[in-house]
């Protein structure tokens, strides 16, 4: 089992630059794929990037290609989401999560993924 802890939010002007952490407890961290969603008020949760088990390998939802950038350091258990050049429709809470089977086909649905964590704000100001 991994638990998950986000950090990393607040508030920023549009045009600004955030990074977000995500910290996992257990020792198979490195065997999970992991992925990032948002979720804003009264629409449903949006996968935003996901990088595989190794770190190999990297994907974006189009909107966040080119300012957004996934990473993890597997020897300290923790994944990073850099978020650049952000906009106010990048408002949203940030939740980071854990597949134990990551599939190429499926990295962009939340049902994929077995582990959330509780997620941290981000508000973008214009």
């Known amino acids: 089992q991994v638990q998950l802890v986000e950090s990393g939010g607040g508030l920023v002007q549009a045009g600004g630059s955030l990074r977000l952490s995500c910290a996992a407890s257990g020792r198979t961290f490195s065997s999970y794929g992991m992925g990032w969603f948002r979720q804003a008020p009264g629409k449903e949760r949006e996968f935003v990037a996901t990088?595989?088990?190794?770190?190999?390998?990297?994907y974006y939802a189009d909107s966040m290609k080119g300012r957004f950038t996934i990473s993890r350091d597997n020897a300290k258990n923790t994944m990073y989401l850099q978020m650049n050049s952000l906009k106010s429709e990048d408002t949203a809470v940030y939740y980071c999560?854990?597949?134990?089977?990551?599939?190429?086909?499926?990295?962009?649905?939340?049902?994929?993924?077995?582990?959330w964590g509780q997620g941290t704000q981000v508000t973008v100001s214009s």
């Open positions: 990088i595989t088990w190794s770190g190999g390998r990297t």
């Open positions: 999560a854990a597949a134990r089977d990551w599939y190429s086909d499926g990295f962009d649905d939340p049902r994929s993924y077995d582990y």
